[in-house]
């Protein structure tokens, strides 16, 4: 594992982090006072800024640092998380994401954005409370000139600073003689309790300069007195070093408060030699190679117990093992057991670092997915030509086969379910879609999810969420009252836009339902006249207008807003949903809001197919696009211009498709009444029949990308390889359609490589 | 004999860092997520030293810190603290809980090295 990979895992972390902070933060404005809610929001800070200092990113350290301050005074009790407090929070989470994301993939972040919630988030840490609407309106100028001041003061705002020795040294004048310090050293009992040891401390200060060392041992009591853990011994050390004062404590860093430590600078020869006279003291030569030989030398020592180091006492090595025997003396008795221990070792940590999930590259499930595929096809090739070659059909075979193919079945599920996720994250980055739109439409809007942990592939969790999000979008800008209006209304002033998902019959149904307005069928209506979607005088049922707002280029929003109305509509919403094998719906009550259902395939490596048969080859109708299928009738077929015909199903005129002619496998139009008409409802809401000229079945296919393998083909979506082995068409529903209005699939084609 | 060292920490970026840095510096590294879990694989891992968090789920680095004094095998072991806790006050909690010592965050692989040399023999 290098670096790279180090950081990339630091990113994943990152978008974890984010996920438990904006959670936690919801819950908290929720009114969640548990201080594990608080603590995990505080920690998902402060890992990502612990990870993000290891990897210099500085921008991202600096912001997750304020906020973290702040969290950190709602952990204390300093501060209460209000909405309003919640608010700012709530947004700073979305800056600490966009600072992640630029860290991640470069780019940059609004800057006047998040310097803005600096000041908010500085100016909460102070005890300042943000006026509700001030947030909104103008966060820059509104903090600015109090807390700039107040800033440099925050006690808990403390900055590390990085420290090195080169600076001392820098400093000495090359030719000046080394000053000598007089460092006396005396450890306390805890000093060994928390795992310090005096001999280390002093060859660290070895380190640092030419030294010698004196132990006093005037305190050791006599034997029957002594505390085996007690600290008797201190030491005068005399060091030449060029780092000072400073220096030598830096040594001692850890362990000074529980030490005596007394450093006096020794300003000549002549102070030196004074100081020596005054002390009784005998600079003794101090052996601590003892100690590079590691712990091996010291614990193979067990026979040497207090007493005889302390008859030893005269020589400073004993000493040192003395005072290491103290810190040691409960290992050696678990030396035996070491090696078992060991064995246990590889197995204990296994088991500590497994949790319950293991992260896989993509890359490998989407292998496997495939494979299995291969194996679902194979399998089916392998039963149709038993099926084909068995007389009786009873042979133990057969019953093999069946279990096969359940069990090939099952293992097909459980790839599939490999790839499922959750659309928790989809719905938690709704939550921002929801408060950005709000703070710039002046609504106040509150979003309630359910059904987060509702599963799905990956790929249509990955590709939901623009459609969402311009959902979302259009339901607050579009479907919600402003405050005034919904109080006037009798509503609560606050909209509410509620995202839910469950699981419905093999696909997943994500609904979204404002209380807003409703659809205004009368201006849909007239928006439609005057763009010739529809003639003056058409009569329409209420469902028939409220669909027309997924035709392309439809807004009803009188001017084009800045949010939704970019020129991409709910025309573009509801390709992507059908791109994904989906289908969405609107169904409206004026004054009471709208609700938009959409149902999506789990998983968009099979597909559910009508296998048909059109001019002696075999195509495959994704089922979700058939309503009916139904056998036509001389009467029902008539002819309409040159070439067109129609079919009258229950008193309506639908367009009759030869799917053979439109995609060029025979010259002529087919008899209709030799053949089956698949009524199919495409883009647009416009229904068609499709010709084909006999059903084969229905079954599930594993899709098998065309464009990968070969090139796009017009009307045609993909491909698949049928039991026999044989390689069938799915049918692009869609193209064909469009191909049959009269626009030729040449034509697109053409146009494709055009535009 | 390569010495052991228990790391303790939630962060799975910093896991990742102490465990390349350790076993590049020739450590045996043995990992746990948060203060509990330290404490269960204490015992079967008999490390020469701890490196520990302070913020973690569960149990936090105090908390464990305690827990292993408690430990009557394991009172005198070095602990060292890895935080970005640089205040004083924290400081003093974490050696009144009985850290030995502390690595400032940061993450740097020279200074977790020298830290750890510096409190092991």
Redesign the interface.
Known sequence: ???N??KE??F??CEEQLAELESGLLKLNDGDRDP?TV??V??AV??I???A??F?LDDL?AFAHVFETTLDCVRSNKLEPTQDVLKVMLKSADVLADLTNAARDGGSVDESRSRGLVKELEALAHGEVPAPSAAVEAPVPKAAAPVVAVAPTD??G?Q?IPFSFDDFGGEDEPAAALPTYEVTFKPRAEL??????A??LLR?LSRIGEMSIFCNTDDVPALHKMDPEGSYLHWVISIKTDKGEDGIRQVF??AE?DCELDIKLQEDDAASAEADSELPMIPVPFDLSI?DD???V?EADTSADVAAAVAAADTASNVMQMA?A???G?KKE?AAT?AA??A??AQ??N???A?QTIRVDLDRVDRLINLVGELVINQAMLSQSVIENDNNGTSSINMGLEELQQLTREIQDSVMAIRAQPVKPVFQRMARTVREIADITGKSVRLVTEGENTEVDKTVIDKLAEPLTHMIRNAVDHGLEMPEKRVALGKNPEGTVKLTAKHRSGRIVIELTDDGAGINREKVRQKAIANDLISADANLTDEEIDNLIFHAGFSTADKVSDLSGRGVGMDVVKRSIQALGGRISISSKPGQGSTFSMSLPLTLAVLDGMVVTVAGQTLVVPLTAIVETLQPEASSIHSFGATQRLISIRNSFCPLVDVGRILNFRAMQANPVEGVALLVESEGGGQRALMVDAIQGQRQVVIKSLEANYTHVPGIAAATILGDGRVALILDVDAVVAASRGQSLKQEMSLASVG | ?K??VLTVD?????R??L??TLNNAGFET????DGV?GL??LE???P?VIVTDI???RLDGFGFIEGV?RN????????LVLT?E??AEKK?RA?QA?????I?????PTKLIDAIE????
Not at chain 1, 192 to 197: A, H, L, P
């Open positions: 594992m290098d670096m990979e180090i895992i630091f994943q972390e594990e603590n995990a505080f920690r402060h890992s800024k612990g990870g200092g290891a210099g350290v006690p808990s403390f590390p060994f309790s928390k795992g310090n040891e001999s280390l660290d860093e850890f408060w100690l590691g712990p091996a010291a290491g103290a810190a040691r409960e678990s070491a221990a060991a246990n070792n204990a940590a088991n500590a670092s949790g | 004999m010495k052991r939630d962060s799975r970026t910093i990742n860092m465990l390349v043995i990992q746990a997520e879990e269960e694989v079967d891992c008999n020469d913020n973690m789920p004094r009557e095998k394991y009172r005198a072991i070095p602990i970005t640089s205040d003093n050696r009985g850290a030995t010592g502390w400032v965050k940061p993450f740097d510096r409190v092991t023999a």
